[in-house]
């Protein structure tokens, strides 16, 4: 039996706070390159890439200003643990990453583990509208990462 959700637009701090804290680790790769930057070529999924953009955009404006009012106050659910795991395997990656870990399986946590992220957080706030671009966005940073940086 499917219920009715019913959304309000608004204003979420905590889907804004999730996206920045995930954001810091590119921010800072931004300002300072790793030494062995493998990240930083020329993608081959330009297609992929714009849609993955597109994707993003709408992601975070979902979580941001789509409100279910049927969502509980933000605690600790297994939801959210699992949001906040996978963010911390996610800076994990990151620190991988800069001491020149680059293999296939720190380039897969950085291109799955901030989605988790997005995803477990949107499925405790009830977000289903928000479920949709975080998906695709997924696949799309899953197909950029493998193609450009595992095949």
Not at 75 to 80: D, G, N
Request: charged fraction near 10%.
């Amino acid at each position: 039996m499917i219920k009715n959700t019913k959304y309000k637009i608004g204003f979420d701090i905590w889907g804004l706070s999730t996206f920045i804290i995930i954001m810091i680790p590119n921010f800072i790769w931004f300002a300072v390159p790793a030494a062995n930057d493998i990240l930083r070529g020329e993608s081959i999924t330009k297609t992929v890439d714009v849609i993955a953009s597109i994707c993003q955009v709408l992601m975070v404006m979902s979580l941001c200003i789509f409100i279910n009012e049927d969502r509980k106050k933000i605690s600790f659910t297994r939801f959210i643990m699992a949001a906040i795991i996978c963010c911390l395997l996610y800076f994990l990656c990151w620190i991988l990453y800069y001491v020149s870990v680059t293999n296939a399986i720190v380039i897969l946590g950085l291109i799955i583990f901030p989605c988790l992220t997005f995803l477990f957080f949107a499925i405790d706030r009830k977000n289903m509208i928000a479920v949709i671009p975080i998906s695709i966005f997924m696949v799309c940073h899953l197909i950029y990462g493998i193609v450009n940086y595992i095949i």
